[in-house]
C-alpha cells in the first residue's frame, strides 16, 4: 500500500514507509528490505500518462524497525503509506505472505530475505494491487518479471541450477532473477488513480498485527 502525490514538478511519488517487527526483524534487515523495494521499483523509471498530463514515476520508501509495535498501533492506523511485516524464522507455510492485494501487512520469513533476494519487492507488489501472472512458463522469454512466483518455469540461466530439466528440483525460477519490468509497472494501473489535492492512495488498508505462528 501506498500514496500517490503529484509534486508539482512533473513527478508522480508512490510513498511507502515499510515498519518491521517480530523476534528476527532488526534495523539493518529493515535497512536491506527498503533499499531493495526502492531500488527495484525505480529501475524501470517507466514515464505515465495521467489526466493531468506526462509525468514521471518516482518510488519513495522510507522504513523503521519497530521491536515496541503492539497490536492497537496497528489496529488504529490511518496513514496509507503505512506497510507492516512481522519477519520470524517460522513461518507456517514456509513462506512469506502479505494478507491480500492491494493490502498494508504481512509476515515475512527471515529465510526469504537474503541480500538479492527480491522476495520484499515481490510482495510489496502484491500490496500495490498486483497477482502472481497466469502464465508460469516463461521459457524463451527472458528474464522473469518481479510478480512471478517460486516454480515458474524459465530459461536455464535463470533457474536455481542451469544443468537441471525444467520443472525438475533445481529446474525452476531462481528468485534473485527476477526484476521489476515496464509491463508491472503498467499492470498497477496508476492512470486510474483519482487524485484529491493532488493525491491519491494506493491499495488498501488491512492493518493486520500478525503474532508468531507456532
Not at 527495484?40 to 493531468?52: A, H, Q, T, Y
Not at 530475505?113 to 521459457?139: C, I, M, Q, V
Request: hydrophobic share 35%; net charge negative.
Amino acid at each position: 500500500m501506498g500514496e500517490a502525490q503529484l509534486d508539482g514538478n512533473g513527478i508522480l511519488r508512490v510513498h511507502a514507509h515499510i515498519v518491521t517487527y517480530g523476534g528476527a526483524a532488526t534495523a539493518e534487515l529493515t535497512e536491506r528490505i527498503r533499499e531493495e523495494i526502492e531500488r527495484m521499483w525505480n529501475e524501470p523509471d517507466v514515464p505515465l500518462l495521467l489526466r493531468e498530463g506526462r509525468v514521471g514515476l518516482r518510488f519513495t520508501i522510507t522504513a523503521a524497525f519497530r521491536p515496541d509495535l503492539d497490536e492497537v498501533d496497528v489496529l488504529a492506523n490511518t496513514d496509507p503509506r503505512n506497510n507492516y511485516f512481522r519477519i520470524e524464522e517460522y513461518v507456517r507455510g514456509n513462506i512469506s505472505f502479505v494478507d491480500g492485494l492491494g493490502c498494508n501487512s504481512g509476515f515475512f520469513k527471515l529465510e526469504n530475505l537474503y541480500a538479492g533476494s527480491t522476495t520484499a519487492a515481490h510482495e510489496f507488489g502484491h500490496t500495490l494491487g498486483l497477482d502472481h501472472p497466469a502464465l508460469l512458463d516463461l521459457r524463451g522469454r527472458g528474464v522473469p518479471g518481479i510478480m512471478y512466483p517460486r516454480g515458474t518455469l524459465v530459461d536455464p540461466e535463470f533457474q536455481y541450477d542451469p544443468e537441471k530439466p525444467a520443472g525438475v528440483t533445481g529446474g525452476t525460477m531462481h528468485p534473485m532473477h527476477r526484476r521489476v519490468q515496464r509491463a508491472d509497472i503498467e499492470a498497477l494501473r496508476l492512470d486510474r488513480l483519482r487524485f484529491h489535492r493532488g493525491r491519491a492512495i494506493v491499495g488498501d488498508f488491512s492493518n493486520v498485527y500478525h503474532w508468531p505462528h507456532q
